[in-house]
């Protein structure tokens, strides 16, 4: 059973939705700068989704409002109305943030006063964005939140495909969404690999990533359920690959082990060869080892003449929502034939063995390649196919 993506939606400093995302990168224009969310007197820059408009969800539950933002311009490209009815309707979701975080509050008043508000504590339970949303759209099928690190969002794609595959749903909204929060800024500062600078994915002289928050939302159909909807297929999600190589808790494995099990894994579950392979969405974070080693697994399964990017330059590194909102980039590029330039690259180190693409590039082909690494060795990959 083939699998359409039937619609796709995004948010992120790049753009409030798809064609404002596109506009940025093809003038690239990188909307980034100081935190404004919290008070913090780190000095790293971060990509902010500005002027969300001020309501109790957007300042309590941001992460559930990104995705929210971004699921109902993937049903509008799908042709779906809200709410659902009589559909066998999903929801797999990545996050690591999630609205978990916003209980910080909480423990701080807690440890000073004793006696507190419970309403954050409230929040940490409502925290989980797939039963969110399916409360929302009153969807009645499987609903899956998953925290995988920084694959979660490609994992919860790969998760969507398996219950179209079974027949267990008639459609999934599947990616990812994750806002910003102190606690993974300070994280990654603590762990030195956050840039003072706007992140430079390959380029040699790189010094680190940029967060950013957002949410990217893909409608998946089975192919006869879209056909019964009087629907012409356009494009596939047609592969999913994982492989965990357990290497270490924060560093990717020096040869790229698991990445590239993902990659051929997603490439079988395609039917696809790597010569069938027209360019590569990749993690591309902007930290010294995870673009080594990406850089070199690409080469090294693709070939020295690989067509590939980072789009983290346009929205920095959203976690959770990685996977999600580099699925949507790379299913657009697909679709108008064309990919960005990577942002920041300017030229490449002895230790990347291919460049990515330094302007935009018109593209021809069917099939692309969207990869993700994520803390714990975890590693995953799907094929997005054009007709």
């Known amino acids: 059973m083939k699998v359409v993506i039937s619609g796709i939606g995004t948010i992120s400093a790049a753009g409030f939705n798809l064609e404002e995302s596109l506009c940025s990168m093809k003038n690239g224009k990188r909307n980034a700068g100081p935190v404004s969310l919290f008070p913090n ?7 902010e989704v500005k002027d969300l408009a001020e309501t109790v969800e957007t300042k309590s539950i941001r992460t559930f409002f990104l995705a929210v933002t971004a699921a109902k311009e993937a049903f509008k490209d799908a042709g779906f109305s809200l709410p659902l009815s009589g559909v066998k309707a999903g929801i797999c979701l990545g996050t690591t943030v999630a609205s978990q975080l916003n209980d910080i ?12 508000d419970l309403k954050p504590v409230d929040r940490y339970l ?75 994915p390959f380029d040699r002289d790189r010094t680190g990533l940029n967060l950013g928050e957002g949410a990217g939302i893909l409608i998946l159909e089975r192919e006869d359920f879209y056909i019964k909807r009087g ?16 290497y270490h808790l924060t560093a990717p494995h020096p040869e790229g082990k698991g990445l590239e099990s993902a990659i051929k894994k997603a490439l079988s579950d395609s039917g696809i060869s790597k010569m069938d392979v027209c360019f590569v969405n990749a993690h591309g974070t902007g930290t010294i080892d995870n673009d080594k080693v990406e850089s070199t697994v690409l080469s090294r399964v693709f070939g020295e003449n690989v067509r590939y ?17 580099e699925a949507v980039f790379s299913a657009a590029a697909l679709k108008h034939g064309w990919i960005p330039a990577s942002a920041g690259f300017l030229s490449k180190g002895d230790e990347i063995p291919v460049s990515p693409v330094a302007v935009n590039t018109t593209i021809s082909g069917s099939f692309a390649v969207s990869t993700s690494l994520a803390f714990g060795g975890n590693n995953a990959a799907i094929v997005i196919e054009k007709v």
């Open 105 to 116: 509050e909480f423990y701080s008043a807690f440890k000073k006063y004793g006696n507190v």
């Open 126 to 200: 409502r925290g989980n964005i797939s039963e969110a949303l399916a409360y929302l759209i009153k969807a009645t099928g499987p609903s899956v939140t998953v925290v995988n690190a920084c694959s979660s969002g490609t994992d919860a794609i790969g998760i969507a495909l398996s219950w179209l595959r079974s027949g267990n749903c008639d459609i999934v909204i599947a990616g990812g969404a994750d806002e910003l929060n102190r606690v993974p800024l300070c994280g990654f500062g603590s762990l030195g690999i956050l840039s003072n600078s706007l992140c430079a």
């Open 309 to 325: 990017f980072s789009t983290k330059g346009y929205t920095g590194h959203t976690l959770g929502g990685a996977g999600g909102i």
């Open 41 to 47: 007197v780190l000095p790293y820059p971060v990509f």
């Open 231 to 246: 629907k012409t297929p356009l494009l596939y999600l047609s592969g999913y690959g994982s492989a965990a190589d357990s």
